[in-house]
Nanobody, 114 residues
Framework: QVQLVESGGGLVQAGGSLRLSCAAS????????MGWYRQAPGKQRELVAT???????NYADSVKGRFTISRDNAKNTVYLQMNSLEPEDTAVYYC????????WGQGTQVTVSS
C-alpha cells in the first residue's frame, strides 16, 4: 500500500507564496509520473503540474511561470513551489503518483485571500 502525505497548505494573501510537499511511503523511482492536482468548490479536479521520472515537467496554462514542481529522490518527496498566488488558486491540492496504478494523497487546503 502506497501512502502520499501532503503538507504545506494554508492561508496566504494574494501575491504571496507557499510550498507544498508530498512525501511518499516508498521510493518515488517506482512511479512513472508524480503530480499535483487541485479541486476548487463546485469544480472538477484539474491538473496543476506533473513531473516524470526523468524530470520532464508539465504545467497547466493557468500556473505557468508562477508554480514550479520538483522532486527530491533521496527524500521520496515531490514539491510544488507556488509564487504570485491569486484568489483563483484557492482549492484543495492533491498529490498523485502513478505507475500501473494511480495513488492519491488526502489533500491539503490552500486559501488565497484578496
Amino acid at each position: 500500500q502506497v501512502q502520499l502525505v501532503e503538507s504545506g497548505g494554508g492561508l496566504v494573501q494574494a501575491g504571496g507564496s507557499l510550498r507544498l510537499s508530498c512525501a511518499a511511503s516508498r521510493s518515488i523511482f517506482s512511479f512513472n509520473t508524480m503530480g499535483w492536482y487541485r479541486q476548487a468548490p463546485g469544480k472538477q479536479r484539474e491538473l496543476v503540474a506533473t513531473i516524470s521520472g526523468g524530470g520532464r515537467t508539465n504545467y497547466a496554462d493557468s500556473v505557468k511561470g508562477r508554480f514550479t514542481i520538483s522532486r527530491d529522490n533521496a527524500k521520496n518527496t515531490v514539491y510544488l513551489q507556488m509564487n504570485s498566488l491569486e484568489p483563483e488558486d484557492t482549492a484543495v491540492y492533491y498529490c498523485r503518483a502513478s505507475n500501473t496504478r494511480v495513488y492519491w494523497g488526502q489533500g491539503t487546503q490552500v486559501t488565497v485571500s484578496s
